[in-house]
Nanobody, 124 residues
């Protein structure tokens, strides 16, 4: 199982980016997937997670600005990030769990497969 994240880059505050995470080795339509981020000197935190049933949960600081979506036909999960702020600067990781039809969770240790990370830098 592999997750390949892409779409990071340098953007000015107020700008937008769209991250993509392509999964291979398994069909993930029955599994929870999500995005997490880790800023320098900080622990990894959840950003947005999406359940197999279509339910999504967002970290408070990104609500109304970020949107997670899935294209199950392409085995891909996206993170649309609008109104970016300097504090959004981090390495963003996509993740998926290994238990089908499970309850949606936001803790890092509930996810078993991780992408390599893509750097998002927001300048002020």
């Amino acid at each position: 199982v592999q997750l390949q994240a892409s779409g990071g880059g340098l953007v000015q505050a107020g700008g937008s980016l769209r991250l993509s995470c392509a999964a291979s080795g398994r069909t993930f339509s029955n599994y929870n997937m999500g995005w997490f981020r880790q800023a320098p000197g900080k622990e990894r935190e959840f950003v947005a997670v999406s359940s197999w049933s279509g339910v999504s949960t967002y970290y408070d600081s990104v609500k109304g600005r970020f949107t997670i979506s899935r294209d199950n036909a392409r085995n891909t999960v996206y993170l649309q990030m609008n109104s970016l702020k300097p504090e959004d600067t981090a390495v963003y990781y996509c993740a998926a769990n290994s238990v089908a039809f499970s309850r949606l969770r936001v803790e890092n240790d509930r996810y078993d497969y991780w992408g390599q990370g893509t750097l998002v830098t927001v300048s002020s």
